[in-house]
């Protein structure tokens, strides 16, 4: 059974940090193409970021997080990372692992996980 559990969420300031991560079970990942896909207030699903655990860690960032957030994984530990700086207003959202994106089907997802960036 494919498993994705988030945890690492919570309340930070304009210009804190959080460290996201996603513990995978159930499937093969280092051989997975892996998503960070969040969800903003009233807002509809956007996508954050893409790893490719299969090719070297090949990443992608969508535009409005680049230079601000870097995916990342632990094979080993069959866990997957976001490491989010500088955060800002608008990055409050849930945060969802999910496996696929970027021309993979995104089949499974996690429960997600609140992220709210206010003082």
């Known amino acids: 059974e494919v498993q994705l559990v988030e945890s690492g969420g919570g309340l930070v300031q304009p210009g804190g940090s959080l460290r996201l991560s996603c513990a995978a079970s159930?499937?093969?990942?280092?051989?997975?193409?892996m998503s960070w896909v969040r969800q903003g207030p009233g807002k509809g699903l956007e996508w954050v970021s893409t790893i490719f655990t299969y090719t070297g860690n090949t990443y992608y960032y969508s535009d409005s997080v680049k230079g601000r957030i870097t995916i990342s994984t632990d094979n080993a530990k069959n866990t997957l990372y976001l490491q989010m700086n500088s955060l800002k207003s608008e990055d409050t959202a849930v945060y969802y692992c999910?496996?696929?994106?970027?021309?993979?089907?995104?089949?499974?997802w996690g429960q997600g996980t609140q992220v709210t960036v206010s003082s």
């Open positions: 999910v496996r696929g994106g970027l021309g993979y089907p995104q089949d499974y």
């Open positions: 159930g499937f093969t990942f280092s051989s997975s193409a």
